[in-house]
Nanobody, 125 residues
Framework: QVQLVESGGGLVQPGASLGLSCTAS????????MAWYRQAPGNQRELVAR???????KYSDSVQGRFTISRDNAKNTVYLQMNTLKLEDTAVYYC???????????????????WGQGIQVTVSS
């Protein structure tokens, strides 16, 4: 079982930056693909960014160029650096992980196996 704990959310103004962190329990972190999802009120949960164990990354079109996902395997932690935040970035952000044995085709097509509890990010003037 993997537990994911997010931190770093909060309230910021448009144009500001904010960083999220997610620390995972369990073994084989360096082999796990990790991701950040978000869900705004009335919307479906959507992928924000994903990073594989080999550090290949994928971003949604809406955050490409503004957000950066990274990982520190020594700390079992994945990060999401969010720059130039917009009102529409307001959502609950979830950290997620796949099993350590998940292959790329599974990661690309199947939802994650583990989820954090979510953390609120609010962008408001």
């Amino acid at each position: 079982q993997v537990q994911l704990v997010e931190s770093g959310g909060g309230l910021v103004q448009p144009g500001a930056s904010l960083g999220l962190s997610c620390t995972a329990s369990g073994s084989n972190f360096r082999r796990r693909a990790m991701a950040w999802y978000r869900q705004a009120p009335g919307n479906q949960r959507e992928l924000v960014a994903r990073i594989t164990g080999d550090r290949y990354t994928k971003y949604s079109d809406s955050v490409q160029g503004r957000f950066t996902i990274s990982r520190d395997n020594a700390k079992n932690t994945v990060y999401l650096q969010m720059n130039t935040l917009k009102l529409e970035d307001t959502a609950v952000y979830y950290c997620a992980a796949w099993t350590a044995t998940a292959i790329l085709s599974t990661i690309a097509s199947q939802p994650p196996d583990y989820w954090g509890q979510g953390i609120q990010v609010t962008v408001s003037s």
